[in-house]
C-alpha cells in the first residue's frame, strides 16, 4: 500500500467517508532530532479521522478601521485524532496514536499524541509574505491518551510536501530546545467489512 499525497488523501476520503462502510486512514510519523533521538508513531483510524472542518492554525485574522475582521474564517478539510479515543474510532482496537522513542538509550518509551493536518489554502499572491498555500500539521503530546488527559507539549508545522511524504522541520516534541526533522506519510482507502 503506497503513501498518497494530501490532496489526494483528502479528495479520497470526501469521495468515499459516507459511503458504506465508510473508510480507513493510516498516519505514520516519524521525528528524529538533533540529539539523534528517533521517535515513530502511527495512527490507524476509521473514518472519524477525517474532518470536512478542521479550523486553520493562525488564521491571520486582522481589522480594518472601523474594527470589522478581515481575513480568512472558514474550516478546512482535513484528518486529525483529536477527541477519538474509543475502540469504535480506531482499527483493531489499537486506540490512539503513540509515539515511541527508538533509539536504544530510551528503548521501551512511549507517549500519547493527538495529530491533526489540514491543507491552508493561502493566498497564491502572497505566498511570499507567508500567506500564501500550504500545508499545516499539529502534533501534540498528552499527559494521557484522547479524549482524557492534557496537552503537555506541542508543535505546530508548516511542512513541505515530496511525493507521498510530508516533511517538516520544527522543535522537538521530547526536548523543545532542539529542532528536529518530521516525516509524515498518509494513507486513505476503502474499509473492509
Do not use: C
Amino acid at each position: 500500500m503506497a503513501g498518497m499525497t494530501l490532496q489526494e488523501a483528502l479528495d479520497f476520503a470526501s469521495t468515499h467517508v459516507d459511503v458504506d462502510p465508510g473508510i480507513e486512514v493510516v498516519v505514520l510519523i516519524s521525528m528524529h532530532d538533533e540529539a539523534a533521538v528517533l521517535s515513530v508513531g502511527e495512527a490507524h483510524g476509521y473514518s472519524s479521522m477525517f474532518r470536512r472542518d478542521l479550523p486553520l492554525l493562525n488564521w491571520g485574522m486582522g481589522s480594518i478601521a472601523d474594527g470589522r475582521p478581515v481575513g480568512r474564517r472558514e474550516p478546512v478539510p482535513g484528518f486529525s485524532t483529536r477527541g477519538l479515543g474509543g475502540p469504535a474510532d480506531f482499527l483493531d482496537g489499537v486506540g490512539p496514536s503513540m509515539l515511541g522513542v527508538g533509539n536504544s538509550s530510551a528503548s521501551g518509551t512511549s507517549f500519547p499524541i493527538d495529530f491533526s493536518v489540514r491543507r491552508d489554502p493561502g493566498n497564491p499572491w502572497m505566498r511570499y509574505l507567508g500567506r500564501g498555500p500550504s500545508i499545516q500539521i499539529e502534533i501534540e503530546q498528552r499527559s494521557a491518551p484522547s479524549p482524557g488527559g492534557t496537552v503537555t507539549a506541542g508543535v505546530q508545522l508548516q511542512a513541505s510536501q515530496d511525493s507521498s511524504l510530508l516533511r517538516a522541520v520544527g522543535p522537538s516534541l521530547k526536548d523543545p530546545a532542539m529542532n528536529a526533522s518530521y516525516t509524515v506519510t498518509l494513507i486513505a482507502f476503502r474499509r473492509i467489512q
